[in-house]
């Protein structure tokens, strides 16, 4: 069996995988990172491939998919919510970014029509190799890829152990395995205790809605979004929420996919306790009382958030919520580091109080220590989807510890 790193190696995005075994090869995600300076995977010939396996639904590891689908394609699978959201959030990059890219919707509609829909646990066969598809606890329908062949290789994806309001966490019980394609984003820390970071919310939240202003909590519109209106919700919050955004269209598929949420009753509970926004009248409207808008985009790259950022910043009675990691690069990370945003073309200081909370859906550091030691077998750990130092800091502890652990570079070959 061989591997091969097409992209996510030293970095945090574009993730893409090959795995051969004899005349069968899959690829296990193809993503890009859509921000400024676009980086896609490493070029891969769709007749070389026998098919495709998404591990979830965020473009830095869907984002270059529909490249596959100029022509015939190839088969397809993943969650159902998985090829749901996909077809989302891709056609959103196209509208975006579609002059940076090699492909368009026609693209992304051939991807879906060679889509099949597998759910957690449930085998099933490609050539001769066995697929399992566990769940990952990332985002819903996130999912875990375990492979068995002449070796048995399971590709985490994005994993997360840590119990949120809105998933099941990945379970430690794994299988055995002979190579584990990990990622390590949070390699050198843990995070902080999820209970204290909603309360700081619901104060921070509290506190500026109380004093006559608005909060915005830009959030990525699969997951953190809904988790955040669940947080309000079972905290009996006492202000006015809105939504806006991608989210309202995500919140319907992950009701309509209840077998992949937590307690599907208690998040469809949470989203009708939520006010809807659509179209720009609710919008100016919403803005002109205090209450608290979850709005995508979570790092401040379009959508509605950038329209909020605008109106609010100026005034220092107003919040900003960040709730979402922030990429180096993105606006949200300007906002955080430099108390910037651009605004008409120009960067302006920020005189709302900004605050951060840590709401990661990845694990950390004792998390990830935590599922390598309870590995079966002697496998080789691969670490991915990490800076250089995470994947150093994490491999070094590893190895210390008798598990042999790898960093790769993209374009390396695993035998």
């Given at each position: 069996m061989q591997i091969k790193?097409?992209?996510?190696?030293?970095?945090?995005?574009?993730?893409?995988?090959?795995?051969?075994?004899?005349?069968?090869?899959?690829?296990?995600?193809?993503?890009?990172?859509?921000?400024?300076?676009?980086?896609?995977?490493?070029?891969?010939?769709?007749?070389?491939?026998?098919?495709?396996?998404?591990?979830?639904?965020?473009?830095?590891?869907?984002?270059?998919?529909?490249y596959l689908y100029m022509g015939k394609g190839i088969p397809h699978y993943a969650t159902a919510p998985t090829i749901e959201i996909s077809e989302v959030l891709l056609n959103d990059l196209i509208k975006i970014s579609g002059e940076r890219l090699p492909f368009t919707s026609a693209?992304?509609?051939?991807l879906i029509r060679m889509s099949t829909a597998r759910a957690y646990n449930e085998e099933f066969s490609i050539d001769g190799l066995k697929i399992t598809l566990l769940n990952a606890?990332?985002?819903?329908?996130?999912?875990?890829?375990?492979?068995?062949?002449?070796?048995?290789v399971l590709y985490t994806g994005d994993v997360n152990h840590i119990e949120s309001r809105l998933l099941v966490p990945a379970s430690y019980d794994l299988p055995e395995v002979d190579y584990v394609i990990s990622e390590c984003t949070y390699a050198t820390r843990d995070h902080e205790d999820r209970a204290k970071e909603e309360k700081r919310l619901i104060d921070f939240s509290n506190e500026i809605i109380e004093g006559g202003g608005t909060v915005l909590i830009p959030s990525f519109a699969v997951g953190r979004a809904q988790e955040v209106a669940?947080?309000?919700?079972?905290?009996?919050?006492?202000?006015?929420?809105?939504?806006?955004?991608?989210?309202?269209?995500?919140?319907?598929?992950?009701l309509r996919n209840s077998e992949f949420i937590k307690d599907p009753a208690g998040l469809k509970m949470a989203l009708d306790s939520v006010k809807y926004i659509n179209g720009w009248a609710g919008r100016r409207k919403a803005i002109k009382k205090p209450a608290s808008i979850i709005s995508p985009a979570g790092m401040l790259v379009g959508g509605a958030s950038v329209f909020y950022s605008r109106k609010i910043s100026g005034d220092p009675k107003n919040g900003i919520a960040i709730v979402s990691y922030q990429v180096e690069g993105t606006p949200g990370r300007s906002l955080i580091d430099e108390g910037e945003v651009m605004l008409d073309g120009k960067l302006t200081s920020v005189k709302a109080k900004v605050l951060q909370f840590e709401l990661s859906s990845?694990?950390?550091?004792?998390?990830?220590?935590?599922?390598?030691?309870?590995?079966?077998?002697?496998?080789?750990?691969?670490?991915?989807?990490?800076?250089n130092d995470s994947c150093s800091y994490m491999s070094q502890e590893l190895n210390g510890m008798g598990i042999k652990a790898i960093c790769p570079k993209n374009g390396d070959i695993i035998e």
């Open positions: 790193i097409l992209g996510a190696a030293g970095t945090v995005g574009n993730s893409g995988f090959l795995v051969k075994d004899d005349s069968t090869t899959l690829l296990l995600d193809y993503g890009l990172n859509p921000g400024k300076n676009m980086v896609h995977p490493m070029h891969v010939r769709p007749k070389d491939i026998t098919a495709l396996i998404t591990s979830h639904a965020h473009l830095d590891h869907i984002g270059y998919e529909p693209e992304v509609q051939n606890g990332h985002i819903p329908g996130s999912a875990m890829v375990y492979i068995r062949g002449s070796k048995k669940e947080i309000y919700y079972y905290n009996n919050f006492k202000h006015e929420v809105y939504m806006d955004g991608m989210a309202l269209t995500i919140n319907d598929i992950l990845h694990s950390g550091r004792s998390q990830l220590l935590e599922m390598f030691k309870k590995l079966k077998g002697s496998p080789t750990v691969i670490l991915v989807h990490g800076d």
